[in-house]
């Protein structure tokens, strides 16, 4: 073989010197974005990421009730001109997906929400900015209004016993440009997470021996975090102290649907309602005056042996007609996302895929965490033997039916 031969198919590649960039090319999968996320972070760190209530059953179950649907495609059906653009609440999205609202985010990366928030309006996508985010809604809609000129901020909201405190975070919210008040109703008490309490984990983490052979083992990870500002509530600064004590004995255990309806009359936008529904609450819900039925039993960190949302999406939506319905809890997958999808739900959000993301390669992992769910979503469509996210919910129950027997991971 001639050295010119052997040159047109020995082709070098140009290094990447950009670190995040060079680890997510090697990122698949979300599963391998997790992986790089567990050998950044420290034990007690990715332990609070990773971990759901007391046994983790709800956990581990949101992910295996997903392989309990199985795919029935058709064949031979011109899929050339597939795409997972679809519209919701009137608004145009590249995929049915959204940002789910996860706290202390910075933990996992000194730019936290900020960085999350960048890629999430890059990407096209809604964020849901939590209550107890260690960013400000302000610099958050800063950071997405530098990244696109039509971002989507939306804010999730603990009601707690001091409601000046709430009302004056939803006034922020919406003056920051904040278009959805996610209201999160699973939270009377605060679920029991074991792994904190083994690790003896706290927020912000403290200095204990574990943390000093741990900062040995991390050093890029702590010294990130010694460079930056410390962690704090960043939307509740000057109202106590940042530790988790201080935000879950705040939440008020004596909420009621009175609660729902005074949310309502205080929050110019539109309206959803986030936790473990039944069809008759979120009929209940959509009479109080919500727009939006949110499925969520908090990532498995609230409730134990809680039912698997992905498990109330066909019956909250014979339950609710047409009303919009958002699903998250369990989704790894773009697979997970079709499913979701064809059972009835309009929009699907993800906490833990990102969070991986981020805690792996900050924004640049978040920005992948998103392609990749959209790449897959794609290939399932067209695999399935349909165009678009729409033609797929049209045909959901051809395409996608319960499997005979169980699926385990």
């Not at 302000?138 to 016993?161: C, G, H, I, N, T």
Request: glycine letters at 8%; hydrophobic letters at 45%.
């Amino acid at each position: 073989m001639k050295a010119r031969e052997i040159g047109q198919i020995v082709k070098v590649r140009r290094p990447e010197l950009d670190r995040g960039r060079r680890l997510v090319a090697n990122c698949h999968d979300i599963n391998d974005l997790r992986r790089w996320a567990k050998r950044a972070l420290p034990r007690g760190v990715f332990d609070y990421l990773e971990g759901g209530a007391d046994e983790e059953t709800t956990t581990r179950d949101n992910i295996s009730a997903f392989r309990q649907w199985q795919f029935h495609p058709s064949a031979l059906a011109d899929v050339a001109g597939a795409h997972t653009d679809v519209e919701f609440l009137g608004r145009s999205l590249p995929l049915p997906l959204a940002l789910a609202p996860t706290g202390y985010s910075r933990m996992m990366h000194p730019l936290g929400e900020v960085a999350v928030a960048r890629a999430a309006a890059a990407a096209g996508v809604p964020y849901t900015l939590s209550t107890v985010a260690t960013s400000s809604v302000e610099d958050v809609a800063a950071a997405m209004k530098s990244a696109s000129d039509d971002p989507m901020l939306w804010m999730q909201l603990y009601l707690f016993r001091d409601r000046e405190q709430s009302w004056r975070l939803l006034e922020r919210a919406w003056a920051a440009g904040a278009s959805v008040l996610e209201f999160s109703v699973d939270t009377a008490v605060a679920g029991r997470r074991v792994r904190d309490q083994r690790n003896g984990f706290t927020i912000p983490p403290s200095l204990t021996p574990l943390t000093v052979l741990e900062m040995g083992l991390h050093t890029r990870y702590w010294t990130s975090m010694v460079r930056s500002p410390a962690l704090a509530f960043a939307n509740f600064q000057g109202d106590g102290d940042s530790t988790i004590a201080s935000i879950t004995s705040q939440f008020d255990s004596s909420l009621t649907w009175d609660d729902v309806r005074a949310v309502r009359d205080k929050w110019p936008g539109r309206l959803s309602v986030k936790g473990p529904l039944s069809p008759d609450d979120a009929r209940r819900a959509l009479d109080a005056g919500v727009d939006i039925v949110h499925l969520s039993n908090h990532g498995g960190r609230q409730l134990d042996r809680c039912v698997p949302t992905i498990d109330l999406v066909a019956p909250v939506r014979e339950a609710i007609g047409s009303a919009p319905l958002i699903i998250d809890s369990g989704v790894r997958h773009g697979m997970d996302i079709a499913i979701a999808i064809a059972l009835g739900a309009d929009l699907v959000a993800v906490g833990r895929p990102y969070l991986y993301g981020l805690a792996a390669a900050g924004e640049v992992g978040v920005s992948h965490s998103i392609s990749l769910l959209q790449s897959q979503l794609l290939r399932t469509l067209q695999l399935v033997g349909v165009t678009s996210v729409a033609e797929l919910r049209e045909r959901g129950s051809e395409l996608v039916r319960r499997a005979e027997g169980r699926i385990d991971d």
